[in-house]
């Protein structure tokens, strides 16, 4: 069996220690290398059978890979080391949205602390079919599925919008399943994160921090694409707005 490859989760807590360390590698004796290394070994990410072999993500994995972001930044000016798409794409998005990374970063460390992310099962859907998930990694993908799919939390908002007198409808497309299946379609509605992960991870969801969706723009929302975040109702409701 071979060390896998890393994960989201594991290069957005790596690539935050960097950029908080002025995009500098950092040694293997480092202090905070080695805390990183003790963190990533606990994600529940990978199968305990990958996480006992030897040497993974010990604290001169962790070294090595500070030393990827560093030499693969763009303003590096040395030989860069040789690493794969998903460091790239996390070096990326560190570089043009460096406070939402850094603030993902902060959500798993927190979830990990809380023990919230070891308590949450793994969902459906938090991997797409060709194996991406988001760029903030698949634990907050998780934590947002499993508040999406909590029933009381779908209820609630579902009563917050018949309260309000709106119509219970999806909020990208306008398709209402009551108009379209009748008193089979009655009541019914899936609820998406408006706020993206790395806001939605840090607190407990609020009714206004969901709208309501249909099957189709739930799963548009929800398609992961490499070195991409979820997108929120609003972009998508943008996205099937414009012109052809």
Known sequence: MRIPAWAEDELVLAGALVVKNGWRELRTNDRAVQ??????????????????????????????????????????????????????????????????????????EEGIASGELHRIPPQMDEIDESGATAIEGRLLVRRALARERDPKLRSRKIEQVRRSGRPLQCEVCDFDFASTYGDLGEGYIEVHHVTPLYVSGIRETRLNDLACVCANCHRMCHRSRPGESWRTPAALRERIRKPA
């Open 35 to 108: 805390e990183l290394s003790e963190l990533i070994r606990s994600l529940p990410i990978h199968t305990p059978e990958e996480r006992a072999l030897p040497g993974f993500r010990s604290p001169d994995s962790v070294s090595r890979k500070t030393t990827d972001f560093m030499t693969n930044h763009r303003l590096y000016s040395g030989k860069a080391t040789r690493c794969g798409k998903p460091t790239l794409l996390m070096i990326e998005a560190f570089t043009d949205h460096k406070a939402e990374m850094l603030q993902a970063a902060q959500a798993l």
